[in-house]
């Protein structure tokens, strides 16, 4: 599949970001689509720092997927840096058709670009399916995440 162009996002695709963010079970209960002012902020601070790609795959001129993929500068591993991604999401209507795995695949080629040594995501426990399309795609279930809501 290649009639996407994977390009950073912009303060206009903004909206629609927010919108697939709130398109699951999970984001439907902690997003807030129609109030987007928390969200440009957010989106400022991303856009100015230099190890954050926050990107949209865009399909004939309409945005179609995104993730946010984070570098960070790290002591253990000799000093490596590692790449987060974080937020991948697809559109509903375009799920199944190998865009996720194109943008992973990308934010994988960038972390590497960027000389990473390593990718890490995570995944809410019930994302059942999420934890497959990860594992085809090569990366292994080998840590427990915890969380602490502030």
């Known amino acids: 599949m290649s009639d996407f162009d994977i390009r950073p996002a912009v303060a206009g ?10 398109d699951d079970p999970l984001g439907a209960r902690r997003e807030s689509p129609d109030d987007l002012a928390p969200y440009r902020a957010a989106f400022e601070e991303i856009a100015a720092d230099p190890r ?8 004939d001129g309409r945005v ?6 984070t570098v960070i500068p790290g002591l253990s591993r000799r000093g490596a ?3 987060l991604i ?13 865009l996720g795995t194109r943008l992973v695949q990308w934010a994988v080629e960038e972390a590497r ?4 040594a ?8 019930t994302r059942t399916e999420a934890h497959r399309f990860y594992g085809r795609l090569g990366f292994v ?8 809501a502030l």
């Open 13 to 22: 695709d903004l909206g629609d970001i927010v919108d697939m963010l709130a």
């Open 113 to 116: 670009r960027q000389g990473c």
């Open 52 to 59: 954050q790609n926050l990107v949209v795959a865009v399909r």
């Open 64 to 69: 179609v997927g995104t993730l946010q993929l």
């Open 81 to 83: 840096s590692r790449a």
């Open 118 to 125: 390593l990718v890490q995501l995570t995944s809410d426990a």
């Open 141 to 148: 279930a080998s840590h427990v995440g915890f969380k602490l």
């Open 86 to 98: 974080e937020a991948v999401r697809v559109r509903s209507g375009e799920r199944g058709g190998g």
